[in-house]
């Protein structure tokens, strides 16, 4: 049963000229005064889904963002801020991208955030996907074998600190401690101060190609997987909630379908679909360019890449459409009516499911951001009896 409603906030600024006769990704170059603007407008939408009941508020970790996309790089700090500003929603780190931290550095942090907003931060790991980001930090992403392989090995090491009153590693990236003296000792072992309040740590991964090492990984350490939203193909996938189950079984663990799951959308409300459609479709296709770059949207080929650069040929291309992506189930646009039931549809085929999480595209300004999110709770989440819905605010 559906009882909590989640909204992923990646980072995008207010932006002109969208869609796939809009600027060119690569020529976007924003001015700082505008980059800014980043946190308050996730401010303003934490304040705002704190007051109509959603659970939890995600941000993403990203840098080094001209384009003004994805601004915000540090979200464990933004999460304390928003913290002090709200009462009861949970700041959720969407992700934290492993490779570009030092995995105990990492470990403190999350473990301060936890303590000083007594348990309203959830943590959150990913590999990433940007080599900007990822190679300039000095980690790998060019080569995802190596990437994967570091990552693995800082998760590990993270959750030993966690989990253990002290603890040693030694593996093919780190020797924790170090093998140095130390006041007069030799040192063996070190312990995470502070260590997290609440334990076992609640954390989430993105699942985007589901492979049986990522989820037999994510099994092995109780790590909860959102499907779709953001980079990833939205929608429910059912061959990737299979695996998720196999995955766990293997352990001895048996889940209900997509049990420890949240399925992510992008959506827009509007009085039918055909409004929607027109009204939403420019920022799709900016997600789409945004995405489509970085070879991260699998139906999209080489020269359709090519044509989404040039904003003459792209609006009238075989391209991605938001109605396509509305039939295949990863967008949810149209009136209240045809949203509430198509998460009925997956309430009912997936028993084990209990969180959604809804997003707005790349670009979709602050004030529609604002009123998506209400609407949304407003008359979409009274919809689903175990979710608590307060009272409407004022947008």
């Known amino acids: 049963m559906i009882t909590k409603f989640d909204s992923l906030f990646a980072g995008h600024v207010d932006m002109d000229n969208v869609g796939y006769g809009g600027i060119p990704v690569n020529e976007r170059r924003l001015p700082d005064a505008q980059l800014t603007t980043v946190f308050d407008k996730a401010e303003s939408m934490a304040k705002l889904m704190d007051r109509l009941g959603y659970s939890t508020f995600w941000m993403a970790e990203h840098h080094f963002q001209r384009e003004g996309y994805e601004c915000i790089p540090n979200v464990l700090m933004a ?9 009861n929603i949970k700041l959720g780190c969407g992700f934290n991208i492993t490779p570009m931290w030092h995995p105990l550095r990492l470990a403190e942090d999350y473990a301060t955030a936890d303590v000083l907003t007594k348990g309203r931060v959830v943590f959150g790991v990913g590999r990433g996907y940007h080599t900007r980001e990822v190679e300039t930090f000095g980690a790998p992403l060019l080569d995802q074998e190596g990437n994967r392989e570091l990552f693995e090995e800082q998760v590990d090491i993270i959750f030993k600190a966690f989990n253990e009153e002290s603890f040693a590693h030694k593996g093919k990236h780190y020797t924790l401690p170090p093998e140095v003296p130390y006041r007069g000792y030799q040192l063996k072992e070190l312990t995470l101060v502070p260590r997290p309040p609440r334990l076992p ?13 990522a989820l037999d990984f994510m099994a092995k350490h109780d790590i909860q997987g959102l499907v779709g939203g953001g980079s990833a193909e939205g929608g429910a996938m059912h061959s990737v909630v299979l695996k998720w ?16 799951m949240c399925f992510g959308f992008h959506f827009y409300i509007a009085d039918s679909r055909e409004q929607g459609i027109r009204e939403a479709a420019k920022y799709y296709e900016e997600n789409m360019k945004m995405f489509g770059e970085l070879r991260l949207v699998r139906a999209l080929n080489d020269e359709q890449i090519e044509i989404m650069r040039d904003p003459k040929r792209a609006p009238t291309a075989k391209l991605p459409r938001i109605e396509d992506a509305i039939n295949a189930g990863g967008v949810l646009c149209g009136s209240p009516e045809q949203i509430i039931e198509h998460l009925k549809a997956l309430e009912k085929r997936y028993p084990g499911l209990d969180r959604i999480s809804v997003s707005l595209s790349v670009g979709v300004p602050k004030s529609a951001c604002l009123e998506q999110l209400e609407r949304f709770a407003t008359e979409i989440m009274p919809a689903f009896a175990g979710a608590k819905v307060r009272e409407p605010a004022l947008a």
């Open 245 to 260: 189950q196999e995955a766990h079984a293997k352990i001895g663990k048996h889940l209900e379908l997509a049990e420890r």
């Open 201 to 213: 740590v609640e954390c989430w991964q993105p699942i985007q190609g589901g492979s049986e090492r």
């Open 79 to 87: 999460a304390l801020h928003l913290a002090h500003v709200t009462k």
